[in-house]
Each structure stands twice: as C-alpha cells, then as structure tokens.
C-alpha cells in the first residue's frame, strides 16, 4: 500500500497546466496563458497523467477533449484554483484576486452575435484578463459534461447540479425594411398582413419551441424566405425580402426597419445557467456579475420596439 501511495504522488504545479489546457483546448494557447513553451505544457501534462496512472485528454486534429477522469479531476482542479485564491482575497483584499482565464459562453446565434458580441468591449475594459470564448449553436449543449462554463437561453434549461436564474427578457416584434413598406405599403391592421411576404424559420430545424414566435403571432400566408439563422432572416428584412419577426436587439442593428403593428409582440425569458461547480471561480462570478447588471441596465433597450436610432442609446 506504501508502494502504491507512492507511485501515485503527483507535482501540485502541473495542475495548472492541465487547467489551462483544459480551458483552451490547445497546447499552444496554453502556452501562451503560461508564458512557457508548448512543449513545457505538453511534458507537464504528460507527467501528471503519468503520475495519476491515466489519461485525462483525448488528442485530436481538433484539440485536446476531457476525458471522464479529466471531467472529474477538473472539479477539484478548479477548487483547488479557488481555494488558492480566496488565500488572496483573506489575506490581502479582494481586488487582488485572480479573475484571469477564458470563460466560454454558449448562446443562440441571434442573441449570442447580435446582442452579447456588442458587450464585450465593455467587459474587456472591466476585466482585461478574461478572454471570452462564445459558442453560437443551434443544438442544446451539455453543461454537466463542461461544454461551455455559462448558458445563456431563451429557456429554463435541464440538468444536473445547474445553478439557473432568470435574469431579463426581451420582446420580438415585426420589423419590415423602408424599401419594402414602400414597394408593398405599410400593413395597418393584422387582416393586411394576409397580403404581404414573409421572411421566417424552417419549421423542421427548429430544435427549441421558443424559437418559434412568429406563430404567437400569426400564421403567415406567404413565406418567401426561410432560414435556420436569425441573422440571415435579418439580413433579408434588411434587404426589403419580406416583413421579419425579430428581437428588438436585432433590429437594432439597421435604422432602415421599421416595426410593423407594434402592439402586437412576443416575450422570451433570459436564462442563465452555470454548472454548481463554477459558482466560487472569480472569472466566472466576473462574467455572470456583468451579465446580469448589463442586462438589467438594457431592460427598456430589449423591450422596446421603438426606432433602432433612437433604441441605441443605452447604457454602455
């Protein structure tokens, strides 16, 4: 038993590399997060799979990938990690804790490109040394297997030992482009819209019932255009193609559309969700503390179907 305690003493340190590894997938941006070479993170990694007698990374073209006993020595890695830095914050304040690293967010492409990419220059300034990774997917992604560090959803999402929170809402309205209205006339109650062209989604690619709300709307009779990306049934609006149901964070991006029948609207909810085992890591209280204060400050901004022009003075 002596031997076997032993064989299975491993170096503290190269914890650290198989984190960040952990978090970039790649020996080279590891490397660089480290200040060391490539080949130092490799040799480290190696050594505490040696050490630990496994193997925590499956190797491919496109990266390094957890493996189960990689997933289960991250938990306690990453406790380690916030152990080590409330050390800091006891013993010489707060503000100099560790919130570094990249923190990987996965959201729906519309919300995720058109509302979250324009906060990141606002985050960045607050917390220069976290990198933000986004993933825009239409698949639901699995929390509990560490695919993303935070969730951002139109729903409540499933799992276990998820910590959930609703954080905002936001509203979709019809949105037609001036050259459109001009070509076809501006619709003046829900019987005119019977008589113009729609732009929507596919209705067999549609993964997430919330994405439907078109149909909370009406039923349209011409569909000209259809598409499993909100930004490309953005960009046809945009392009006069046909009226388009769209959050008003997207259409915010072109004074030109113009919302149609206004009083007549859809709201979704805002999720956040992070695995229980994130919730003490500073770079993840960092981002989900922006996050919440930022959609709180953008509430009249995600509600309002007033004219982009005027909807993009908001907070910065």
């Given at each position: 038993?002596?031997?076997?305690?032993?064989t299975l003493?491993?170096?503290?340190?190269?914890?650290?590399?198989?984190l960040?590894?952990?978090?970039t997938?790649?020996?080279?941006?590891a490397?660089?997060?480290l200040?060391?070479?490539?080949?130092?993170?490799s040799r480290?990694?190696r050594e505490?799979?040696?050490?630990?007698n496994?193997?925590?990374?499956k190797?491919?073209?496109s990266?390094?990938a957890?493996?189960?006993?990689g997933?289960?020595?991250?938990q306690f890695?990453?406790?380690?990690?916030?152990?080590a830095?409330?050390?800091?914050e006891t013993?010489?304040?707060?503000?100099?804790?560790d919130?570094?690293?990249?923190?990987?967010?996965?959201?729906?492409?519309?919300?995720g490109s058109?509302?979250?990419t324009?906060c990141?220059?606002?985050f960045?300034?607050a917390?220069?040394?976290?990198q933000?990774e986004?993933?825009t997917?239409?698949?639901?992604?699995?929390?509990?297997?560490?695919e993303a560090?935070?969730?951002?959803?139109?729903?409540?999402?499933k799992?276990?030992r998820?910590s959930?929170?609703k954080?905002?809402?936001?509203?979709?309205?019809?949105?037609?482009s001036?050259?459109?209205?001009q070509?076809?006339?501006t619709?003046?109650?829900?019987?005119?819209?019977d008589?113009?062209?729609?732009v929507?989604?596919?209705?067999e690619?549609?993964?997430i019932?919330?994405?439907?709300?078109l149909?909370?709307?009406?039923?349209?009779?011409?569909v000209?255009f259809?598409?499993?990306?909100?930004?490309?049934?953005?960009?046809?609006?945009?392009?006069g193609?046909?009226i388009?149901?769209?959050?008003s964070y997207?259409?915010?991006h072109?004074?030109d559309?113009?919302?149609?029948?206004?009083?007549?609207?859809?709201?979704?909810?805002?999720?956040?969700?992070?695995?229980e085992?994130?919730l003490?890591i500073?770079?993840?209280?960092?981002v989900?503390?922006?996050?919440?204060?930022?959609?709180?400050?953008d509430?009249d901004y995600?509600?309002?179907a007033?004219?982009?022009?005027?909807?993009?003075a908001?907070?910065?």
């Amino acid at each position: 038993m002596a031997k076997a305690a032993r064989t299975l003493r491993y170096n503290w340190d190269d914890v650290i590399f198989f984190l960040e590894v952990a978090r970039t997938r790649n020996l080279v941006r590891a490397g660089q997060k480290l200040k060391v070479d490539h080949t130092t993170v490799s040799r480290r990694v190696r050594e505490l799979e040696r050490s630990l007698n496994t193997t925590l990374f499956k190797r491919s073209k496109s990266g390094f990938a957890l493996t189960e006993a990689g997933l289960r020595l991250l938990q306690f890695a990453e406790g380690m990690e916030n152990n080590a830095n409330a050390i800091i914050e006891t013993v010489v304040g707060s503000e100099k804790a560790d919130a570094a690293g990249a923190v990987r967010i996965a959201a729906m492409e519309g919300i995720g490109s058109m509302y979250l990419t324009s906060c990141m220059a606002a985050f960045s300034k607050a917390w220069p040394s976290i990198q933000v990774e986004l993933i825009t997917d239409t698949r639901l992604l699995d929390m509990t297997r560490r695919e993303a560090d935070i969730f951002i959803s139109f729903f409540r999402p499933k799992g276990r030992r998820l910590s959930v929170k609703k954080i905002g809402e936001f509203r979709i309205f019809l949105y037609a482009s001036d050259p459109y209205l001009q070509r076809a006339g501006t619709p003046a109650d829900l019987k005119d819209l019977d008589n113009h062209d729609f732009v929507d989604f596919i209705d067999e690619h549609i993964h997430i019932k919330e994405n439907r709300w078109l149909s909370d709307i009406l039923r349209p009779a011409h569909v000209v255009f259809r598409s499993t990306s909100l930004v490309s049934q953005y960009m046809a609006a945009s392009n006069g193609v046909g009226i388009a149901m769209l959050p008003s964070y997207v259409a915010a991006h072109n004074k030109d559309l113009r919302p149609i029948l206004p009083s007549y609207f859809s709201v979704r909810d805002i999720w956040l969700s992070v695995h229980e085992d994130l919730l003490h890591i500073a770079r993840i209280k960092a981002v989900m503390g922006f996050l919440e204060k930022r959609v709180a400050a953008d509430a009249d901004y995600l509600m309002s179907a007033a004219h982009p022009a005027s909807a993009r003075a908001r907070p910065s």
